[in-house]
């Protein structure tokens, strides 16, 4: 049986084992996956690790736009290193691409897209496995929006935020505000939308502030503060977040002297929605503790 270069990358990608131990392993098999894992954890032993489940925290946000169309991505690697790849750049970008031309359901869609680069191929899916293979690291697609029908403005800091406006107005205003939540990152348009979880969480801890500053407060001997007044400086400590927080209501990164809000009334634009990509936010980074890795295998070894 004939061994091709994308069933060397597959095996590469769910082994991590180096490129030609995959080859020599599905030769030695004649083509059979599940023998040659086997045959390369014989002779690779702990070496032969799963790249599929290294943790992707690094990656980039790609944006594509075909008319009145467009798509925002984030495609996600192990390290920063990888981000810099020709090869997985160009995964991304073309991932974007087929959102916007496809217009795939969910993330678990998107891998059945057409798709054909660097031998790899027919799928998306493919594609991705065989990149995995080659580069020799785990990426995935983490979460898209695609745009259809209405006028939108983007910006892209560099390859790792990503922002589209959905604006009626004038054009580069909308753009100005794609800038502006790439700086400031509000979390909603307006205060009223401001997600009831993140309001309970700031209003929670201005109730922790209030109570620390009562017990300091009392441990020094000074009036601690009635009932009424704490109630009033949570609410005015949420208040604050509520503005600090929604895009209309804060400070205009171009000028200082107006917010967003103003700022559009005056170019008679109105923005209906904002979306913003931030690469691995709210991911878990894996910190390895080389010191204790040792430290682990030297006792490890002791007590062998």
Avoid: W
Wanted: glycine content about 8%; some cysteine; charged content about 25%.
């Amino acid at each position: 049986m004939a061994i091709t270069a994308s069933m060397v990358a597959e095996l590469r990608a769910k082994t991590d084992a180096p490129m030609m131990e995959c080859k020599k392993a599905l030769t030695e098999a004649e083509g059979n996956f599940e023998k040659a894992e086997e045959i390369l954890r014989v002779k690779l032993g702990s070496k032969a690790g799963k790249a599929a489940s290294r943790v992707t925290a690094e990656g980039v946000v790609a944006l594509a736009r075909e008319g009145d169309v467009a798509a925002l991505v984030e495609i996600n690697c192990e390290t920063d290193f990888v981000t810099k790849n020709d090869s997985f750049l160009a995964f991304a970008n073309a991932v974007a691409e087929g959102i916007v031309k496809h217009n795939p359901a969910d993330v678990a869609a998107v891998g059945g897209l057409p798709l054909a680069m660097e031998g790899f191929g027919p799928t998306l899916e493919d594609v991705r496995k065989g990149l995995i293979g080659k580069i020799g690291e785990n990426m995935s697609v983490r979460r898209f929006k695609r745009f259809a029908g209405g006028s939108v403005a983007s910006y892209l800091h560099g390859t790792r935020i990503g922002v589209v406006v959905e604006f009626d107005g004038d054009e580069t205003a909308a753009k100005d505000v794609a800038m502006h939540v790439a700086a400031m990152k509000p979390v909603a348009l307006s205060s009223a939308e401001v997600p009831a979880e993140l309001v309970a969480k700031e209003r929670s801890v201005a109730a922790a502030k209030a109570a620390e500053d009562a017990a300091v407060a009392q441990a020094a001997g000074k009036p601690v503060q009635s009932d009424e007044i704490v109630a009033k400086r949570i609410e005015g400590g949420v208040q604050k977040y509520l503005k600090e927080v929604s895009l209309y209501n804060q400070t205009f990164v171009k000028n200082d002297k107006q917010t967003v809000e103003q700022m559009l009334k005056e170019k008679a634009t109105k923005v209906k929605s904002f979306t913003l990509f931030v690469v691995g936010e709210g991911i878990e980074k894996k910190v390895d503790d080389f010191a204790a890795e040792v430290a682990a295998q030297v006792a490890a070894a002791k007590s062998a």
